[in-house]
């Protein structure tokens, strides 16, 4: 009896080990937060439309822009949103292609837009600033100049500020464009953009829908965000040392004016699928440094953990993104080394098994949540609803992005913050050259130390005769 109570209990300790941390940090709030994004969902309803909509300025900054500029510009041509109430400063960042003669294209083929070219030579930050000092309009929208807008993104990002007052800014909802992931050629290429599209559905309609709710976002997209112009007036505007500077008017909006920040789950802004794995690991490189960075400006001078994850959002933000990613690491390790340990590999292939299943089963729960705020782009569900495959490949997706991530947390503590990341093939290429230089000084080493050996052996057989 106590050799049954001793196994029982060992197992107990093995499973609860292997699945506690995976459970606590993404099972209970993915439930949490499937329950709650239906619930408002259901219940959502359509805004009524003002009498009179109001005028907007649109910034779009440029560089070397001259491949999209023109697709940029033709779909807000083409948006819903009244074309005299569309205000257009173009901020040109140094570009050495031919975007602005794209630009004065574009003016010949949509004399109905209201275009202005502005020339800033100090980076992308400075250059917003300046088009926010030019901007007239009640509201400011950035968007970037390599994507489109949705026909109805501007109407609908408008409308919610119009019904909603103590709304002050914005972030729109992004997603790859499904007509180009169609045209990819090459399976496993288009696979792979396949499920970067599922993952923007659910970053965006789930994930940030979800920090909405909980008052949590901490990145206002620079791909497309939206505030009252009153509102970004306030802040110190776009900070020149950081590579977030998106993320960082997001933190000032929130701690300087204590103002929440909200999704506009219907505004759509469609940019292009990641051009391959090198340009991915980039690309969140680049996202996690940034979030550090706005993180460590904002740091706080009482950081409190108990209360704190309860009332504030940088402290779960922390937590859960960087402070939690070390125990997960140390559990995929582990893994590894339990076999080497006596444990047998039943269990441990049956608790990866257990976990695989678990994520599966939240990213289902989030295809649910999806397809219900797709309701009203019967173009976008249908796309969607056709990937319901790609539920059981996408948690293998996420944690390869994990472990980008985590790549990027390594690299901005030894780096500093620019533009220019090192891609995996230039990495890889560098830990072969340590690799080599290390296996070098080894050979020397042992070379030499092969030499002495034979030297000292001769001078004793020299002193034997």
Request: with cysteine; hydrophobic share 45%.
């Amino acid at each position: 009896m106590l050799e049954i109570i001793k196994f029982l209990s060992s197992q107990f300790i093995f499973w609860l080990a292997w699945i506690f941390i995976p459970l606590v940090m993404e099972g209970v709030p993915s439930v949490i937060s499937f329950f709650l994004l239906l619930k408002k969902g259901v219940r959502q309803k359509k805004e009524k439309n003002p009498i009179l909509l109001p005028e907007i300025s649109l910034i779009i900054p440029v560089y070397n822009s001259s491949d999209t500029l023109e697709a940029c510009l033709e779909s807000v041509y083409h948006s819903n949103y009244p074309m005299d109430l569309i205000d257009i400063l173009l901020v040109n960042n140094k570009s050495t292609d031919d975007s602005f003669l794209v630009y004065q294209m574009a003016q010949a083929k949509f004399p109905k837009l209201s275009m202005q070219w502005l020339n800033a030579k100090q980076g992308k930050s400075k250059a917003l600033n300046m088009a926010l000092y030019n901007s007239e309009g009640k509201y400011i929208i950035h968007i970037d100049s390599d994507g489109k807008l949705h026909p109805d993104a501007l109407k609908n990002i408008v409308v919610r500020f119009e019904n909603n007052l103590n709304i002050h800014c914005m972030t729109g909802s992004i997603l790859t464009d499904p007509d180009l992931i169609n045209q990819t050629k090459g399976p496993l290429k288009r696979l792979f953009r396949k499920l970067e599209f599922m993952e923007y559905c659910q970053a965006f309609l789930v994930g940030r829908n979800f920090e909405a709710e909980l008052n949590s976002i901490f990145t206002l997209s620079g791909a497309f965000s939206a505030f009252r112009k009153s509102t970004i007036l306030k802040t110190q505007l776009y900070n020149t040392d950081t590579v977030s500077e998106d993320t960082h008017v997001t933190f000032q909006v929130r701690k300087l004016l204590k103002q929440k920040v909200y999704i506009c789950e219907n505004a759509f802004f469609l940019v292009d699928p990641i051009e391959d794995f090198n340009k991915l690991y980039v690309q969140r490189q680049r996202w996690q440094r940034g979030e550090l960075e706005v993180a460590h400006m904002f740091h706080m001078e009482k950081f409190s953990l108990l209360p704190g994850f309860f009332s504030n959002f940088m402290v779960r933000l922390l937590l859960f993104d960087h402070t939690f990613v070390f125990p997960r690491m140390i559990w995929y390790f582990a893994l590894i080394f339990l076999a080497f340990w006596g444990s047998q590999v039943q269990h441990i292939v049956t608790s990866v098994l257990i976990l695989y299943c678990m994520y599966v089963l939240t990213t289902f729960l989030f295809y649910l949540n999806v397809n219900i705020y797709f309701s009203n782009f019967p173009e976008y569900k249908s796309f969607y609803r056709s990937k319901f495959y790609l539920i059981f490949l996408l948690p293998l997706y996420n944690f390869i992005v994990f472990w980008i991530r985590v790549a990027g947390i390594i690299n901005s503590i030894k780096g500093h913050n620019s533009w220019r990341t090192s891609n995996i093939t230039e990495e890889f290429s560098k830990f072969r050259k340590v690799v080599r230089s290390d296996l070098f000084v080894f050979s020397c080493f042992f070379i030499h130390k092969q030499k002495r050996v034979r030297t000292m052996r001769k001078g004793e057989m020299k002193i034997g005769i």
